[in-house]
């Protein structure tokens, strides 16, 4: 079982920065890879980015590549996303989730992912 809080989220300005973090529950934290999620009103939940359980690999959907930044640290039991040059359309609750790993295939299905946090809101004002 794994317990995911996470952090960090609030109102920025357009071309701002955030970053959220996810605190997590285990011993096995680097057995998991970990995930970002946004869902905005009236949407459907869509994936941001992805790492694998090491740190040392990373996936990003399209509209966010070149603007935010996931990692980990395991000693820490922890996960990251920065977001850079913010825009009103990344305005969403931003959810954490964990994935127990066999092999890593940068899973970008909400449904491939076992343990949720709660969310935490990220509003960007333009």
């Known amino acids: 079982q794994v317990q995911l809080v996470e952090s960090g989220g609030g109102l920025v300005q357009a071309g701002g920065s955030l970053r959220l973090s996810c605190a997590a529950s285990?011993?096995?934290?680097?057995?998991?890879?970990m995930g970002w999620f946004r869902q905005a009103p009236g949407k459907e939940r869509e994936f941001v980015a992805t790492?694998?359980?090491?740190?040392?690999?990373?996936y990003y959907a399209d509209s966010v590549r070149g603007r935010f930044t996931i990692s980990r640290d395991n000693a820490k039991n922890s996960v990251a996303l920065q977001m850079n040059s913010l825009k009103p359309e990344d305005t969403a609750v931003y959810y954490c989730?964990?994935?127990?790993?066999?092999?890593?295939?940068?899973?970008?299905?909400?449904?491939?992912?076992?343990?949720w946090g709660q969310g935490t809101q990220v509003t960007v004002s333009s």
């Open positions: 285990g011993r096995t934290f680097n057995t998991y890879a």
């Open positions: 989730a964990a994935e127990r790993l066999s092999s890593w295939t940068a899973s970008i299905r909400s449904s491939d992912y076992d343990y």
């Open positions: 790492i694998s359980g090491s740190g040392s690999r990373t």
